[in-house]
């Protein structure tokens, strides 16, 4: 069995114990053994930035720019290899993780770009013959903490700008989906950065994740997952008066119109909903169905969902994937078994299947007549599972979007104008979409939420610099 270390310093290192990547389509494919890290390995890897910081963030911007889009490209000339190892390990269905895979490298190739846009302000200063120029320059060592969900993309849209404006980086991926993150540090260890610059730390989020939070070494820290866990690392953010940025839960709505096209609204609600076994921070968890369309919305989205075809992540025609792990089953199934137990409540689907695989396979569960406050309706499922509520009119519906601690993203579908530009209003979100799936966003625009969905400055696009850089002010009397 191959085993697979860490990157530090520029050197591939090895562990004293691994953990095997196993393929949730099926229990029998073991990827590799990847290197549980010890706080040692840790030390080691944020002294390494530390040291590579100096010379990398007085490399030109050009520079930078050339390696990130040499990632971009050898990401590019590789999705097809990269895309089925990510769907090995995570699940998501090969045209899904081919998605993910273009969208990582189109993220590095954005960043290029970026890396020489790094624009400054210039004004006078009320002192005459003084002027005053803001610059931006980088922060130091990032430590960079992410979830399983997206295995690549999500370390790329951190790692990316990080690198672009002369941040060197410490990425600690999810224990679940090691060998994405290995595959793009191959490929940034094969774009010629100098080592220290970029290092890889595989292991337990309890062991090197909470020391990377809390390590002396590092200036600022991104993390993505949950909410918990965030906390946790905001809390050693302030101790240390740190910039800290956190991606957290959603819980987030889909209002369906009664003067929404109902096949528009279907396919929405089916995408948010499930795709990607709706293990997506921005799925459509809570469809908000209005009175006068709820009873033909629901028949229709009830018979797609029941149709969607469940199976092996790499399987032709598959659409939807397995949950990525047996204790994330348990919890899906856990949220299910708690509606089918409530009474007035409703549970289409939400069966566990057997194929012809051992996977962790569960038919799409839609569930009605659940009240809002109810768990399932309330909490992150992070699976496969919809809850169906139904609005008395369309303010009624607007209250029940807004009515959570999470702020990620809403949507509406809806044929009105008015409608659709009065909850782009309304809606208490970072993010509103009109007629599209709550999930899928584009990598070169903000992206983030509000109230407990997220924490500082937007992550993507040219805003991501709000967190990457921090700000000086200079005065200069010629
Ligand atoms: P998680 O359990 O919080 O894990 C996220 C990362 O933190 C993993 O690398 C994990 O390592 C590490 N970790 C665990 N305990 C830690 C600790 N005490 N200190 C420091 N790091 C620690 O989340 P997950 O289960 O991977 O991902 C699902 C969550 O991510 C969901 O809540 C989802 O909404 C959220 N998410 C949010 C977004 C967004 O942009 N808003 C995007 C995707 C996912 P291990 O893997 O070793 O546990
Ligand atoms: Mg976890």
Redesign the pocket.
Known sequence: MAEFGSFIAGEWTTAAEYRENINPSDRSDVIGRFALAGPADLDRAVEAARGAFATWSGTSPAHRADLLERVASRILADVEALAELLAREEGKTRAEARGEVIRAAHIFRFFAGEALRLTGEQQASVRPGVTVTVHREPLGVIGV??????PIA?PAWKCAPALAYGNTVVL?????VPASAHALARIIEDSGFPPGVFNLVT????VI??A??AHEGIDAIT????????I??AREGAAALRPVQL????KNALIVADDADLDIAVSCAIDGAFFATGQ???ASSRIIVMEAIHDRFTAAFRERALALRVGHALQEGTEIGPVVDEA?LRSDVAYIEGAKDTPGAVVHGGELLELSTRGNFLRPAVVEGLDATAPLNRE?V?GPVAGVLRADDYDHAVHLANDTPYG?VAGICTTSLARAADFQRRSDTGMVMVNLPTAGVDPHVP???RKR??HGPK?QGTHAREFFTQLKTAYVRP
Do not use: D, H, M
């Not at 903490?145 to 997206?150: D, G, H, L, V």
């Not at 292991?203 to 309890?206: C, E, K, L, N, V």
């Not at 993390?223 to 965030?230: D, H, N």
């Not at 991606?247 to 959603?250: F, H, M, R, S, W």
């Open positions: 903490i992410t979830p399983w969900n997206f999500i600690k991926p999810a224990a679940l292991g337990s989020g309890s994740g909470g990377l939070a993390f993505t997952g949950s909410e918990e866990v965030g946790g690392i991606e957290l839960g959603g997506r921070c921005t994330q992150e992070f990620l992206f983030g939420g969905s997220s992550e």
